[in-house]
T-cell receptor, first 115, second 111 residues
Framework: KAGVTQTPRYLIKTRGQQVTLSCSPISGHRSVSWYQQTPGQGLQFLFEYFSETQRNKGNFPGRFSGRQFSNSRSEMNVSTLELGDSALYLC??????????????FGSGTRLTVV | GEDVEQSLFLSVREGDSSVINCTYTDSSSTYLYWYKQEPGAGLQLLTYIFSNMDMKQDQRLTVLLNKKDKHLSLRIADTQTGDSAIYFCAEIVPLDDKIIFGKGTRLHILP
């Protein structure tokens, strides 16, 4: 079955712009989580969506937002981009609540560069 | 607080065993995971262990869990060049059902 699909793979944006990243989870997975990966900070949890509702949120400013659609696809949006937002953004899907024994399945990520 | 600690680098000769260590903080964690990330790719789940187990073996991989010391290790037997990657340890935080990752250990294989 198809894996987790993230689009686009690469993005270059200018400071002050906004960006939307997309994630399509594995068919049947209802939970989608987003992580920011940088060399210095490692994997930082952004938020998790389950059945179109945000369940968990990490410690990121309000410029970072997300949503989930009825087909479980998710988008994350970053407004007023800053240089420090340059990172690999990873999406991970899982079956859902209380089914963590299989962990997450990750997409290949979207590499965002802010110039 | 939530924190997962790993050493950042490990160098091992091809054919030797690699042991990657991790400490976690939440003693109520139910599942602990090892993920592998190759260059340009996302994270791939290698294996997981349930908290009531001490050991889990899967082909060349052996996971050891010491709950008393909150210490998790991943042993890779007969390390190959294809094992060169970053390995992430992760735990579930049961309170909010969230998975927390360590910063990753970069495994370098020496010829």
């Amino acid at each position: 079955k198809a894996g987790v699909t993230q689009t686009p793979r690469y993005l270059i944006k200018t400071r002050g712009q906004q960006v939307t990243l997309s994630c399509s989870p594995i068919s049947g997975h209802r939970s989608v989580s987003w992580y920011q990966q940088t060399p210095g900070q490692g994997l930082q949890f952004l938020f998790e969506y389950f059945s179109e509702t945000q369940r968990n949120k990490g410690n990121f400013p309000g410029r970072f937002s997300g949503r989930q659609f009825s087909n479980s696809r998710s988008e994350m949006n970053v407004s007023t981009l800053e240089l420090g937002d340059s990172a690999l953004y990873l999406c991970a899907s899982s079956l859902g609540l209380g089914q963590r024994n299989y962990g997450y399945t990750f997409g290949s990520g979207t590499r965002l560069t802010v110039v | 607080g939530e924190d997962v600690e790993q050493s950042l680098f490990l160098s091992v000769r091809e054919g030797d065993s690699s042991v990657i260590n991790c400490t976690y903080t939440d003693s109520s964690s139910t599942y602990l995971y090892w993920y592998k990330q190759e260059p340009g790719a996302g994270l791939q789940l290698l294996t997981y262990i349930f908290s009531n187990m001490d050991m889990k073996q899967d082909q060349r991989l052996t996971v050891l869990l010491n709950k008393k010391d909150k210490h998790l290790s991943l042993r890779i037997a007969d390390t190959q060049t294809g094992d060169s990657a970053i390995y992430f340890c992760a735990e579930i935080v049961p309170l909010d059902d969230k998975i927390i990752f360590g910063k990753g250990t970069r495994l370098h294989i020496l010829p």
